[in-house]
């Protein structure tokens, strides 16, 4: 953005943006219009919001899902046969947290939608905070690989998200994923070889045929995935969202340096980062079935079971969260 530009926007006015993948210079209005009608063309697209749906839109507080929030409650917050309200999950990270969780509920409160707060020290008996002292000065457990600060925040937040989203009586939970995590996530399945969790990185997370697992696993939607990440902070600038420009300060590891080379790409070659999701959505059916397979070789046959510890639906007789956090 530059105040003197004297470029102009197709429609005349003054630009602020220039898209290098498209070549084109947007003026404030044309910019917010073409997010969201990108954005209104992926729900539509994807089917993400039907009649009679409960969508939980999981707010943090920063931009992507503030202006996820935002933009579903623009779209559907008129539907009589729709509902929404908004869940943020205190991973108990210090300050950063406690600020975001402030604005969410602003945000919530100003959209007047209902705003729910779960806590890891209340679900866990513990913090994020907590668990970063404890890997920086003890390494992970004993005999188990290198553990990452955000594996275990991750898995806590999916955790308590779906469990509570469920509680609630959701039927979806809105995330504001945008390009850059779905390309992230993607090279780093693809690096993990994590065919399970490839496989669920669709726009509407269809978890298995099996309907039990759609009832226990509410299904995810992204309906900022075709958002670059500087565009998501551009249109929340733009549209005047109260956001807190912070960064958790145990981000780090694998996917911070997967995000470091998947940007330098895209410097040189404009729009690359649109070509990487598209060609995991194309390959998607087929690592989906082989993901399949591998379930079903598993102990439990591919079946959902119950945690014997808390309860919740797992793959394996503990789940995740468990036997991280527990
Ligand atoms: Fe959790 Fe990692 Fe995100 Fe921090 S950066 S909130 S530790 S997932
Ligand atoms: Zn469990």
Redesign the pocket.
């Known amino acids: 953005m530059n105040r003197e530009s004297p470029v102009k926007c197709r429609c005349g006015r003054r630009a602020v943006y220039f898209r290098k993948y498209e070549g084109t210079s947007l003026c404030r209005e044309c910019f917010i219009r073409s997010i969201e009608s990108r954005v209104k063309r992926t729900v539509r697209k994807h089917n993400m919001v039907r009649k009679g749906d409960v969508v939980a839109l999981a707010m943090?507080g920063g931009k992507d899902s503030t202006n996820a929030a935002y933009l579903i409650h623009k779209v559907f917050g008129k539907w009589p046969d729709v509902k929404l309200l908004a869940i943020t999950i205190d991973?108990g990270?210090r300050p950063?947290?406690t600020e975001n969780i402030r604005r969410a509920r602003a945000f919530a409160k100003k959209l007047g939608i209902p705003h729910h707060v779960f806590s890891f020290r209340e679900e866990f008996g513990k913090t994020?905070d907590q668990i970063?002292k404890r890997i920086k000065f003890f390494g992970s457990k004993p005999g188990q690989p290198i553990q990452?600060?955000?594996?275990?925040?991750?898995v806590g937040?999916r955790y308590l998200l779906n469990k509570k989203a469920r509680e609630l009586g959701a039927t979806r939970i809105c995330l504001g994923h945008n390009l850059d995590d779905e390309v992230q996530a993607a090279m780093l399945n693809y690096i993990r070889g994590d065919l399970a969790r490839a496989g669920r990185m669709e726009a509407v997370t269809a978890w298995s045929t099996q309907k039990r697992r759609g009832r226990l696993f509410i299904p995810r939607i992204k309906p900022l995935r075709v958002i670059p990440e500087r565009e998501s902070a551009l249109y929340a600038y733009l549209r005047g969202f109260d956001i807190l420009e912070g960064?958790?300060?145990?981000?780090?590891?694998i996917r911070f340096e997967a995000r470091g080379f998947i940007n330098r790409l895209e410097l040189n070659h404009p729009g690359i980062k649109f070509n990487i999701l598209e060609t995991f959505d194309k390959l998607n059916p087929c690592i989906k079935r082989v993901a399949e397979k591998q379930y079903a070789q598993k102990a439990s046959g591919g079946r959902i079971l119950m945690c014997r510890k808390c309860g919740e639906p797992s793959s394996r007789e503990l789940c995740k969260a468990c036997e991280l956090w527990r």
């Open positions: 943090s991973e990270v950063y947290r994020t970063a990452e600060v955000c594996t275990y925040c991750g937040r960064h958790c300060p145990h981000a780090g590891g």
